[in-house]
């Protein structure tokens, strides 16, 4: 293999209660990115469609991502980049481990799968270490693995991952301003009370069981944060209020997707969901902020290869 296209989801990290340890995969939005092994033993990135990042390596979490692999592949490699992104930098729906996790396959598979999706994982963990200053993997993992995943240890790096229940589906509504991860990391506290922390390991195993059981109302009962959300919602406009009417509707619960500014919530069905989507959207209205709105099932497969080139013949596709 020479050449190979790849498309990396969208993710919601902490899923409320899980900070830093919880994340799903989303059907949409997601980047397309395309990787090329080259003669000369460097790393290149050539392309970069929607929106303005650096191009240089170093500067580019898909770059350092990519050299952190690299330094630990037995061989000789190099490789071209062209990224075409569709999730905006600073939305809260795993933009930048959407680089990070795409080159990273994406190079796996051209080099013949020398590394485990764990071992993946902690390469792209540097690409977040690069955006906001903490190699978290809550948007790696399920961008990786697909599907729900826990974080259940970072020394060693242990992801487990997590049953969908069949009907359980994603609103998320991205209002047009940016929250960015370094920033939202900051202001949050350095210690939490002991009564708060056992309120939110009781929330995140219920959350945990709740997927593994197909038990709605007990995925409904755990969807609370009560650690980090107070703090971060005062980013959001109309949070609050977006949480209320998405319950009216007939949401299970949710929360900050990430460091925000989106919002996701969670679902029984398509059609309470869709109702959900219409309730997000009347607030902003109301508001007046502009918005992106995305409704999906919990993406199962991770990154995605769309193609496959050997010596400019298409083999997969």
Not at 43 to 65: F, Q
Not at 260 to 273: D, N, R, T, V, Y
């Amino acid at each position: 293999m020479s050449e190979i296209k790849t498309f990396t989801p969208g993710t919601v990290a902490n899923v409320s209660c899980g900070f830093d340890v919880l994340g799903f995969a989303l059907d949409s939005p997601g980047d397309e990115m395309v990787l090329r092994r080259t003669v000369e033993k460097t790393v290149k990135i050539t392309r970069i469609d929607g929106y303005d990042l650096p191009k240089e390596p170093l500067r580019n979490v898909a770059g350092v991502a990519l050299l952190a692999m690299l330094k630990e592949y037995r061989g000789d490699a190099g490789f071209e980049i062209e990224i075409y992104k569709k999730i905006k930098p600073g939305s809260g729906i795993g933009s930048s481990a959407a680089s990070a996790a795409g080159v990273v396959v994406a190079a796996n598979k051209l080099l013949g799968e020398p590394f485990s999706k764990t071992e993946l994982v902690r390469f792209a963990m540097e690409g977040e270490r690069l955006a906001s200053g903490v190699a978290h993997a809550d948007n790696i993992a399920p961008a990786i693995f697909g599907g729900f995943t826990l974080v259940r240890s970072y020394a060693p790096l242990d992801i487990i991952t997590l049953d969908t229940p069949s009907e359980l589906f994603a609103t998320v509504i991205h209002p047009q301003i940016e929250v960015r991860t370094a920033d939202a990391r900051e202001i949050l506290k350095k210690n939490v009370l002991l009564k708060d922390a056992i309120k939110q390991w009781g929330n995140v195993g219920g959350l945990v069981a709740g997927l593994m059981k197909s038990d709605y109302g007990l995925i409904s009962r755990s969807l609370e944060d009560a650690i980090v959300e107070p703090i971060r919602s005062i980013l959001i406009p109309a949070f609050q209020e977006v949480k209320l009417k998405s319950k009216e509707a007939g949401a299970l619960g949710g929360g900050i997707s990430g460091s925000g500014p989106s919002i996701f919530m969670l679902s029984k069905g398509e059609e309470a969901a869709q109702q959900v989507k219409m309730a997000m959207a009347d607030v902003y209205e109301k508001v007046g902020i502009d918005f992106d709105i995305h409704l999906s099932k919990v993406n199962q497969t991770g990154v995605k290869v769309i193609a496959i080139k050997e010596n400019n013949e298409i083999l997969q596709s």
